[in-house]
């Protein structure tokens, strides 16, 4: 860990000296290989620092060759460069680097000595094994432990040889690592094709003494390495007592060869715990194409319940259409849970037949059964049948024609929207029209052709009554287009209080910048002064949501000063033209300081926007100074923020914050974000400020989060 460390801490040190010196960089420009590692080598050969000579060998992992290795070689001894440097001697193909490496094991000990020999074992070089295999015997154990493992990567004969002596007779805290060693030969002989050895190596590696986990690894390897042959000892792997033997039988079940298993595995499914049973069968239903279906469509059927739930969830990767009968009564077993697990593998079932038999049994279907092949049908989308879903429309039972009606709002098509529209319009039982007007809004806002949608529901509206009018207006809003948008636009100006109400309130919320030129029409024209400043509002709040052209959100703000005579409105104006400044923006809060119930809001606003755009690194001197401002030379003299005897200096904060204009912008949103605390919590505070503009002395107070715009003194 403490090298692991040491390595990040060089890492991340090289990485700065690379982003602060350009001198490096230079090694990666275009020219030949040879030519860059000749620079590289140039450092390494320097005074350089450490950071900088561990950057070079990352480089010299990509442009090395031969020639760097005796340069990389003199660093292996190095503990701040030595993993550095085998990067490099990893990669660099070639005996040079294995002769490099082989000649520092000789000679090094301890965690660089480790190192090296991980290393060898990356580059697998039999022309180790000889030095490998005495360091088996090194007293160092982490020294001991690092060849076992390259033994095992190399694999070799000789190695394997060395390995398989070892086990019988290493020092106990030694014979986990030669035990890996062990396993890696083996697979490596396996994946060779020489499946006797390996299982014979698997085998000595399970019966010695070693860790728990080394003998789990070996159990794989001997159970995989048999095949057919290895099924006897997965399931006396199963039946271990230990909980991670058992993890290892449920993970090597999912990946063994052939169907012979499948059956071995339902055998076992009736031998073993409830609690075991369950996972056998995920492991089960992890081998789509060889399981045994009707052994797990049995136990969803009875048993134990924590194995039937097991099963039910099983199915619904692995079940298919002659499973829907078993499905459909246990989904209406009086155990809601069970129930419920049914219902939710039924609605996910896999198979091309299963839709066409659930719509075939939808009319012959009675009882619970009725209701959720309903429900099915809706959660899955099957429009074959939809006049038999349609018929459920008049069924007593209110439960039903409720599955009914949200079937409906999945499957129909336009042709068939008519259905849900006479619902909602004249509902045959009012207890109905809650979910008859959510199937009719989710079945139009699915409709491909959005446009069509709308003109249906808008032709639904003229024999409607005004109640189902409002919920016709509502789902418009939810299809969108221009379609829907003219629907509404009509509406606001009808003459009945409640469609204007509706309509002017949806058309506020519309959520596109193409209901910009019907909002300001109606902000202009609306039968009610209510709703024409409903219809302003919602007008300036698609100049402040959506993106658009500057000029674009100018005219907006612009006709909205037109539109009304309202302050409040004219201010949510110049709040969109400060959110988003702009030069014509800042033209447009000029003007308004003509305006003289505006004056001192739109003088703020162009100060604002005139900073920001200034920051942006545009030039707004000539704007401002037609309109009268200049700059100004500020200085503030003393600044309080509180209440009573309860006052901050906030002096300091103020002066850090002043300009060369009367206006001042705050770091934060709030007074007491601000100015570092709430000096008078629950109390009504204010801002006092002595200050000077141009030598001229004066003094203001604001009110808490006020914008603070100083007056020019007399």
């Known amino acids: 860990m403490l090298k692991s460390l040491q390595r990040n801490v060089i890492y991340f040190t090289a990485l700065f000296v690379a982003l602060c010196a350009n001198s490096l960089w230079a090694f990666q420009t275009p020219g030949s290989s040879s030519g860059q590692e000749q620079?590289?080598?140039?450092?390494?050969?320097?005074?350089?620092?450490?950071?900088?000579?561990?950057?070079?060998?990352?480089?010299?992992?990509?442009?090395?060759?031969?020639a760097a290795v005796p340069e990389l070689a003199k660093l292996l001894p190095n503990p701040q460069l030595s993993s550095w440097s085998r990067i490099a001697l990893e990669a660099i193909p070639g005996e040079a680097s294995n002769e490099a490496l082989r000649n520092a094991a000789d000679s090094l000990k301890g965690r660089l000595l480790v190192g090296v020999i991980n290393s060898i074992s990356f580059r697998q070089d039999e022309k180790a094994v000889e030095l490998l295999i005495a360091k088996l015997n090194d007293s160092d154990n982490e020294v001991a432990a690092?060849?076992?493992?390259?033994?095992?990567?190399?694999?070799?004969?000789?190695?394997?040889?060395?390995?398989?002596?070892?086990?019988?007779?290493?020092?106990?805290?030694?014979?986990?690592?030669?035990?890996?060693?062990?396993?890696?030969?083996?697979?490596r002989l396996h994946n060779e094709g020489n499946s006797v050895e390996a299982m014979e190596i698997y085998d000595e590696v399970r019966h010695a003494d070693v860790p728990l986990q080394r003998i789990i690894e070996a159990t794989r390897g001997a159970i995989l390495t048999r095949k057919q042959e290895g099924i006897p000892l997965l399931i006396e792997t199963f039946r271990?007592?230990?909980?991670?033997?058992?993890?290892?039988?449920?993970?090597?079940?999912?990946?063994?060869?052939?169907?012979?298993?499948?059956?071995?595995?339902?055998?076992?499914?009736?031998?073993?715990?409830?609690?075991r049973a369950a996972l056998l069968i995920q492991a089960m239903a992890d081998r789509p194409t060889t399981v045994s279906l009707p052994v797990v469509l049995d136990s969803a059927k009875q048993g134990d319940k924590q194995v039937r739930l097991s099963a039910l969830h099983a199915l619904q990767r692995v079940g298919d259409d002659t499973c829907l009968s078993a499905l459909l009564a246990i989904a209406t077993d009086s155990d809601e849970e069970l129930a419920a697990a049914a219902q939710t593998t039924l609605a996910?079932?896999?198979?091309?037949?299963?839709?066409?038999?659930?719509?075939?049994?939808?009319?012959?279907?009675?009882?619970k059964q009725y209701l959720i092949l309903l429900q099915l049908i809706g959660q899955r989308r099957i429009d074959s049948?939809?006049?038999?879903?349609e018929q459920a429309l008049n069924n007593p039972n209110a439960n039903v024609r409720s599955a009914a009606f949200i079937a409906l709002g999945e499957i129909v098509s336009l042709k068939k929207l008519s259905v849900l529209l006479s619902q909602v319009v004249q509902p045959g039982h009012a207890e109905d029209l809650p979910v008859a007007k959510?199937?009719?809004?989710?079945?139009?806002?699915?409709?491909?052709?959005?446009?069509?949608?709308?003109?249906?529901?808008?032709?639904?509206?003229?024999?409607?009554?005004?109640?189902a009018q409002t919920t016709l207006l509502e789902i418009l809003t939810d299809v969108g287009?221009?379609?829907?948008?003219?629907?509404?636009?009509?509406?606001?100006?009808?003459?009945?209080?409640?469609?204007?109400?509706?309509?002017?309130?949806?058309?506020?919320?519309?959520?596109?910048?193409?209901?910009?030129?019907?909002?300001?029409?109606?902000?202009?024209?609306?039968?009610?002064?209510?709703?024409?400043?409903?219809?302003?509002?919602?007008?300036?709040?698609?100049?402040?949501?959506?993106?658009?052209?500057?000029?674009?959100?100018?005219?907006?703000?612009?006709?909205?000063?037109?539109?009304?005579?309202?302050i409040s409105e004219h201010q949510l104006a110049l709040d969109v033209l400060q959110l988003h400044p702009s030069p014509s923006g800042l033209k447009l809060a000029i003007d308004a300081m003509e305006m003289p119930n505006l004056n001192t809001e739109a003088t703020a606003t162009a100060m604002v926007i005139a900073q920001k755009l200034g920051k942006k690194g545009i030039d707004v001197n000539k704007l401002m100074s037609?309109?009268?401002?200049?700059?100004?030379?500020?200085?503030?003299?003393?600044?309080?923020?509180?209440?009573?005897s309860q006052q901050k200096d906030v002096t300091d904060i103020l002066r850090k914050q002043a300009s060369d204009s009367p206006l001042i912008p705050l770091a934060a949103s709030g007074y007491n974000a601000s100015f570092g605390g709430d000096p008078a919590p629950g109390v009504v505070k204010q801002l006092k400020i002595q200050y000077r503009i141009n030598d001229k002395a004066s003094e203001a107070t604001f009110a808490e989060n006020a914008l603070i715009l100083l007056p020019l003194p007399k």
């Not at 076992?148 to 019988?168: C, F, K, M, P, S």
């Not at 039988?249 to 071995?264: H, I, M, N, S, W």
Request: negative net charge; charged residues 25%.
């Open 39 to 66: 620079q590289l080598l140039a450092v390494l050969q320097s005074d350089a620092p450490a950071a900088e000579k561990a950057l070079v060998c990352k480089s010299l992992a990509i442009y090395g060759s031969d």
């Open 146 to 187: 690092a060849a076992a493992v390259a033994l095992g990567h190399i694999g070799n004969t000789d190695a394997t040889q060395a390995l398989r002596e070892a086990l019988a007779s290493a020092p106990v805290e030694q014979r986990s690592a030669i035990a890996e060693g062990c396993v890696l030969s083996a697979e």
């Open 240 to 275: 271990s007592q230990d909980k991670k033997m058992f993890q290892l039988a449920l993970g090597t079940a999912r990946e063994f060869p052939g169907g012979e298993v499948d059956q071995a595995l339902a055998e076992e499914l009736s031998k073993t715990s409830p609690e």
């Open 348 to 367: 996910a079932l896999p198979g091309q037949n299963v839709n066409q038999r659930i719509a075939e049994q939808l009319p012959q279907a009675t009882g």
């Open 385 to 389: 049948n939809v006049e038999d879903v």
């Open 438 to 467: 959510l199937a009719l809004k989710t079945a139009s806002v699915r409709m491909p052709d959005r446009e069509a949608c709308a003109a249906e529901l808008a032709a639904a509206m003229k024999d409607a009554p005004v109640s």
């Open 481 to 566: 287009g221009s379609n829907a948008l003219q629907t509404l636009a009509s509406a606001a100006k009808t003459d009945e209080p409640e469609l204007q109400d509706t309509a002017s309130r949806l058309l506020g919320t519309w959520n596109s910048v193409a209901a910009a030129p019907v909002l300001l029409d109606l902000a202009k024209t609306a039968p009610a002064e209510k709703y024409r400043v409903r219809a302003l509002r919602g007008y300036l709040g698609l100049a402040r949501k959506f993106s658009m052209p500057d000029d674009q959100r100018t005219e907006m703000c612009h006709n909205a000063f037109i539109a009304t005579n309202r």
């Open 626 to 644: 037609s309109a009268g401002f200049e700059k100004v030379k500020l200085e503030i003299v003393k600044a309080e923020y509180g209440a009573g």
